[in-house]
């Protein structure tokens, strides 16, 4: 039996060919393929903080699926800087139609008999919104702690960026995400020595 050749799997290789925050100045580089995994950590934690602390009703581990798939798109469209992509409603409402037609390109690079199960992690329209936020709360707080860690660093360049996103985890503020800011964010400005020293 032959199978037609699928590219899928080879673009998303190339995410650890796209790097963030191209117009900072980076103390450590950062890729999309090393931030998607980050981001599933977080939004994984944040579902089941959801469900063991406020009676939420998440599943973690789909949580986490879609969250390392959630910047897939940018194989194709790349990662355009975020004071260029919302310089203007115009402009951030035209990027959303392009990266709409870049999970559909993807998705339709798979065999058929895949495509169904792969629109429900990458296509956002088949995306549960509570899910979507969810997601999207733990990308924001792994940009965040990229500050963090950035600003502890000695680099200066991302305290603007500290404070954007500071206002855009208020908007999107849950009890699990304070929970989380409460649990877990400091240890991210501390040094290897900090961290490791448990009193033993």
Not at 8 to 34: C, D, G, Q, T
Not at 175 to 186: C, E, G, I, R, S
Request: charged share 25%.
């Amino acid at each position: 039996m032959t199978h037609k050749q699928s590219h899928f799997f080879a673009h998303l290789a190339r995410m650890k060919l796209i790097y963030r925050w191209p117009l900072m100045r980076n103390v450590s580089v950062e890729n999309i393929s090393e931030h998607s995994l980050q981001v599933a950590f977080v939004a994984h934690a944040l579902a089941l903080i959801h469900n063991k602390r406020f009676e939420g009703q998440y599943q973690p581990e789909r949580i986490a699926v879609l969250a390392m798939f959630h910047d897939c798109s940018e194989v194709i469209t790349g990662d355009l800087p975020t004071p260029v992509k919302y310089f203007n409603p115009s402009i951030a409402a035209e990027y959303k139609k392009i990266e709409k037609m870049a999970e559909k390109k993807l998705i339709a690079m798979l065999p058929p008999e895949l495509q169904d199960e792969y629109s429900g992690l990458i296509d956002s329209d088949h995306i549960d919104p509570d899910d979507y936020l969810l997601v999207k709360q733990a990308d924001i707080l792994c940009a965040y702690l990229k500050c963090l860690e950035e600003i502890a660093a000695g680099n200066h360049e991302f305290e603007q960026a500290k404070k954007r996103l500071e206002a855009s985890l208020e908007k999107r503020r849950s009890p699990a995400t304070d929970y989380f800011m409460a649990t877990f964010v400091d240890s991210f400005t501390l040094s290897l020595d900090e961290i490791s020293d448990d009193g033993f």
